[in-house]
């Protein structure tokens, strides 16, 4: 085996592992303990569409959670299961199903502010929107900031118009790109998703959106491969007339592509995504994640490459 040139490492990979993160950040290893909230999305309550993405299920996102309304059953539930395989393990509070900050301030704050002083968790980690997060939500959450770690994930998924309308995602690229620079202002860590595989976008789109990424530098970034899911809008449409999906080889060359140009200090939160075999229509092989990201490792030892690697 080559020699591995890349600095963000203990363990031979050639990219910036969510694990390294963490090991070095806390200390020890941390996972993220998933929390569903009971908010809801903009482009699902008509605040700026209906229906919600077309990829995305009626859980949003929040597919692995507890179905329960009750927040410490899900905390426990899911605290129980990580700390059987990682027992020493730090936890950090995440909250992943739909848009975690689409209320009023008051309402947030009733809801976090108490986590920031529960010594259970190490950080606090918040999925949302770009367009759920105005100045005041942003000013909190940089006071919170000074109280307990904080992350807040944004989804962009895409940053070509087309694909966004497609998706019926509800808001446009300029807005991520505001919240980003106003969170990093804010000095809140952020974290970017990002989605492959849209049918309607070649593969130089998908590099473009992590060119963007690259420009914009937020903290972290999570790659997903896109997931057909039962029950979706999408789902529906892949039913009455299946179209082609990425396959994985494309898939593994797409990404060592993209972490190519990402710079190296980047997190690289997520790799793959993760799906309930019995809602996933397509693609099957991002069922074997194990094998999805060992190929990823392959290829990038065959290729000498890394993260960064070409970076500007």
């Given at each position: 085996?080559?020699?591995?040139?890349?600095?963000?490492?203990?363990?031979?990979?050639?990219?910036?592992?969510?694990?390294?993160?963490?090991?070095?950040?806390?200390?020890?290893?941390?996972?993220?303990?998933?929390?569903?909230?009971?908010?809801?999305?903009?482009?699902?309550?008509?605040?700026?569409?209906?229906?919600?993405?077309?990829?995305?299920?009626?859980?949003?996102?929040?597919?692995?959670?507890?179905?329960?309304?009750?927040?410490?059953?899900?905390?426990?539930?899911?605290?129980?299961?990580?700390?059987?395989?990682?027992?020493?393990?730090?936890?950090?509070?995440?909250?992943?199903?739909?848009?975690?900050?689409?209320?009023?301030?008051?309402?947030?704050?009733?809801?976090?502010?108490?986590?920031?002083?529960?010594?259970?968790?190490?950080?606090?980690?918040?999925?949302?929107?770009?367009?759920?997060?105005?100045?005041?939500?942003?000013?909190?959450?940089?006071?919170?900031?000074?109280?307990?770690?904080?992350?807040?994930?944004?989804?962009?998924?895409?940053?070509?118009?087309?694909?966004?309308?497609?998706?019926?995602?509800?808001?446009?690229?300029?807005?991520?790109?505001?919240?980003?620079?106003?969170?990093k202002v804010a000095n809140i860590r952020t974290c970017v998703h990002i989605i492959n595989g849209f049918p309607?976008?070649?593969?130089?789109?998908?590099?473009?959106?992590?060119?963007?990424?690259?420009?914009?530098?937020?903290?972290?970034?999570?790659?997903?491969?896109?997931?057909?899911?039962?029950?979706?809008?999408?789902?529906?449409?892949?039913?009455?007339?299946?179209?082609?999906?990425?396959?994985?080889?494309?898939?593994?060359?797409?990404?060592?592509?993209?972490?190519?140009?990402?710079?190296?200090?980047?997190?690289?939160?997520?790799?793959?995504?993760?799906?309930?075999?019995?809602?996933?229509?397509?693609?099957?092989?991002?069922?074997?994640?194990?094998?999805?990201?060992?190929?990823?490792?392959?290829?990038?030892?065959?290729?000498?490459?890394?993260?960064?690697?070409?970076?500007?």
């Amino acid at each position: 085996m080559k020699n591995n040139p890349f600095p963000y490492t203990t363990d031979n990979k050639r990219y910036h592992t969510y694990n390294y993160f963490t090991r070095t950040h806390y200390g020890n290893k941390a996972f993220k303990v998933s929390i569903d909230a009971g908010f809801t999305c903009p482009n699902r309550d008509g605040t700026c569409a209906s229906g919600g993405c077309n990829f995305c299920s009626d859980r949003g996102s929040g597919d692995m959670i507890l179905q329960t309304p009750d927040i410490e059953a899900q905390i426990h539930h899911s605290t129980d299961i990580m700390k059987s395989k990682w027992p020493d393990a730090s936890l950090i509070a995440y909250f992943q199903a739909y848009s975690n900050t689409h209320a009023d301030l008051q309402t947030l704050k009733d809801l976090y502010t108490p986590f920031f002083h529960d010594d259970r968790f190490v950080s606090i980690d918040i999925a949302t929107r770009s367009d759920c997060l105005d100045d005041e939500k942003i000013a909190y959450f940089s006071e919170m900031a000074k109280l307990k770690d904080l992350t807040i994930e944004i989804g962009l998924q895409s940053i070509h118009p087309e694909t966004s309308e497609w998706m019926n995602r509800g808001h446009d690229l300029d807005s991520v790109t505001q919240c980003i620079q106003k969170l990093k202002v804010a000095n809140i860590r952020t974290c970017v998703h990002i989605i492959n595989g849209f049918p309607i976008e070649t593969i130089e789109d998908m590099i473009e959106t992590a060119a963007y990424l690259a420009e914009l530098k937020p903290a972290m970034v999570k790659i997903h491969m896109l997931h057909i899911i039962a029950g979706t809008k999408l789902g529906s449409q892949y039913k009455r007339n299946p179209f082609p999906i990425m396959d994985q080889e494309t898939y593994v060359d797409l990404v060592v592509r993209q972490l190519e140009i990402l710079p190296a200090d980047i997190v690289i939160a997520r790799l793959t995504g993760d799906g309930i075999p019995d809602d996933l229509l397509a693609p099957n092989w991002t069922l074997k994640k194990v094998q999805v990201l060992n190929d990823i490792d392959k290829l990038m030892v065959a290729r000498d490459t890394w993260q960064g690697k070409y970076a500007k």
